[in-house]
Every structure is written in structure tokens, then in C-alpha cells.
């Protein structure tokens, strides 16, 4: 299984960027999608989920109504639409697959396999 995450890049603050991780070697159908970030000297933390199951998405509150999640099964990919950005989004961001309960999307431990990470660096 791997999960390749793609797109990071410098964005100056208030603009946008769209992550994207690919997956290959599952049945991508199966498996819900998350989006975590890790920023430096800080633990890694729950951005965004979108589930196998209902397609609803979920966000944290630190980028709800700023980022979008979305999923194209045919394509096995996740896209993370990030507009609004502000430097404190700046971090390495990493996509994982898994199955976690609806009650602990946010943990990374719902999920099984992590992608390599890619990094967002968002200027003042």
C-alpha cells in the first residue's frame, strides 16, 4: 500500500494551495481518508477526514470553512482544497487511509496506512 501526498509548496498568507494524495495497492473504496499536520516542535494533529462510507466530510475547527475535502474513488486520490491560509497552517501534512469509528476520525490512530507527508509553508 502507499499513499503519495503532493502539492506542498510557499504560499503567502491568505492565499491557496490544494494537496493531493494518491493512493495504490487497496481498494481505496474501503478506506476513509484523513489529512493530519505536523508543525515543528508541535504534535501532529487531525486536519480533515472524508469517510468511505457517507462521503461526508469532517474538519477541526482550526480550518473549518478555510479547506476542502474531497474524494475521487475512480481516480483513488484526496484532494485538500486550503484557501485563507495563514502562517499557523504552516506544516507538513501527511494523508492516511484506515477505518476509524465516526467518534475517533480525529485520532491518528483510526488509521492504518500514512503517506510520506509534504510541506506547507505559508509566509506572513
Known amino acids: 500500500v502507499q499513499l503519495q501526498a503532493s502539492g506542498g509548496g510557499l504560499v503567502q498568507a491568505g492565499g491557496s494551495l490544494t494537496l493531493s494524495c494518491a493512493a495504490s495497492g487497496l481498494t481505496f473504496s474501503d478506506y476513509s481518508v484523513g489529512w493530519f499536520r505536523q508543525a515543528p516542535g508541535k504534535e501532529r494533529e487531525h486536519v480533515a477526514t472524508?469517510?468511505?462510507?457517507?462521503?461526508?466530510?469532517y474538519y477541526s475547527d482550526s480550518v473549518q470553512g478555510r479547506f476542502t475535502i474531497s474524494r475521487d474513488n475512480a481516480k483513488k486520490t484526496v484532494d485538500l482544497r486550503m484557501s485563507g491560509l495563514k502562517p499557523e497552517d504552516t506544516a507538513i501534512y501527511f494523508c492516511?487511509?484506515?477505518?476509524?469509528?465516526?467518534?475517533?476520525?480525529?485520532?491518528?490512530?483510526?488509521?492504518?496506512?500514512w503517506g510520506q507527508g509534504t510541506l506547507v509553508t505559508v509566509s506572513s
Open positions: 492516511a487511509a484506515g477505518q476509524p469509528i465516526l467518534s475517533s476520525l480525529s485520532s491518528s490512530r483510526g488509521y492504518r496506512y
Open positions: 472524508i469517510r468511505h462510507t457517507t462521503r461526508r466530510s
